[in-house]
C-alpha cells in the first residue's frame, strides 16, 4: 500500500514554544491530507481536514489559531502547534488519500511539552 | 453525530484461540465500516472494510460482516497467532466538514496472543 511518513517520531519541547510536525506521502499525490489527535486509550479525534493549495477546514472545537496547517503541495502539509502547553501533549497522526479514496496513515508524532 | 463503540481491552487469547472483538455505530445514512489495525510503532493499516449492509470485509482470516439490522461489524478470527497481536479500531466513514471522507473510530481494542 501507500507509504505515508511523519517527522519527527517525537519531540520533547517547552511550555510557549512552537513545534512542526511534517506529514509526507511518499509514492503517491495527496489530495487531501487529514490530522488527528489520539489521547492514551482514546480514539482518534479528527482536527482537520486539509487540501492541496487551499486552506484547512477544523473540526468543531479545535482552534485553527493555535494549530496551524500547511498543505503546500501534493506530497506534504505541515502541522504547527503555536505557543504549545502541557495539555497539547498528545499523539498526532496524520493521513493522507488521493481523491475521495483510502486514507493511508503515518506512524503518528509524539508531542511533550513541558 | 456519528459514533463508534467496541469492547474494552486489552483481550489476551492464547494462540489458535478463536477471536471476536465487538463493534456497534450509530451514523446518519449508510456509512461505510472499516477495521483498522495498528501493530506496535506502526501507523494504522487497513484491515477490512464493508460498504453496504450485509456485505462480509475479510483479509488475512479476519472477518466482519456489517449488520445494519444491530448497527454491528464485530471482528473475528478463527485461530489467532502470535503475530496477530496489536491494537484494533473499528471505524466508518462520514462526511467532513472540509469534504472527502471522515473516519470517525472507536476507543480500539487491544489483543495480546499468548504461546
Known amino acids: 500500500g501507500a507509504v505515508v511518513s511523519q517527522h519527527p517520531s517525537w519531540v520533547i519541547c517547552k511550555s510557549g514554544t512552537s513545534v512542526k510536525i511534517e506529514c509526507r506521502s511518499l509514492?503517491?499525490?495527496?489530495?487531501?491530507m487529514f490530522w488527528y489527535r489520539q489521547f492514551p486509550k482514546q480514539s482518534l479525534m479528527l482536527m482537520a481536514t486539509?487540501?492541496?493549495?487551499?486552506?484547512?477546514?477544523?473540526e468543531q472545537g479545535v482552534e485553527k489559531d493555535k494549530f496551524l496547517i500547511n498543505h503546500a503541495s501534493l506530497t506534504l502539509s505541515t502541522l504547527t502547534v503555536t505557543s504549545a502547553h502541557p495539555e497539547d501533549s498528545s499523539f498526532y497522526i496524520c493521513?493522507?488519500?488521493?481523491?475521495?479514496?483510502?486514507?493511508?496513515f503515518g506512524p503518528g508524532t509524539r508531542l511533550t511539552v513541558l | 453525530g456519528d459514533s463508534v463503540t467496541q469492547m474494552e481491552g486489552p483481550v489476551t487469547l492464547s494462540e489458535e484461540a478463536f477471536l471476536t472483538i465487538n463493534c456497534t455505530y450509530t451514523?446518519?445514512?449508510?456509512?461505510?465500516l472499516f477495521w483498522y489495525v495498528q501493530y506496535p510503532g506502526e501507523g494504522l493499516q487497513l484491515l477490512l472494510k464493508?460498504?453496504?449492509?450485509?456485505d462480509k470485509g475479510s483479509n488475512k482470516g479476519f472477518e466482519a460482516t456489517y449488520r445494519k439490522e444491530t448497527t454491528s461489524f464485530h471482528l473475528e478470527k478463527g485461530s489467532v497467532q502470535v503475530s496477530d497481536s496489536a491494537v484494533y479500531f473499528c471505524?466508518?466513514?462520514?462526511?467532513?466538514?472540509?469534504?472527502?471522507?471522515?473516519?470517525?473510530f472507536g476507543t480500539g481494542t487491544q489483543l495480546k496472543v499468548e504461546l
Open positions: 464493508a460498504t453496504k449492509a450485509d
Open positions: 493521513s493522507a488519500a488521493s481523491g475521495g479514496n483510502e486514507q493511508f
Open positions: 486539509s487540501n492541496e493549495g487551499s486552506k484547512a477546514t477544523y
Open positions: 451514523a446518519t445514512g449508510y456509512p461505510s
Open positions: 471505524a466508518l466513514s462520514g462526511q467532513s466538514t472540509g469534504g472527502g471522507n471522515k473516519l470517525t
Open positions: 509514492d503517491f499525490q495527496a489530495t487531501t
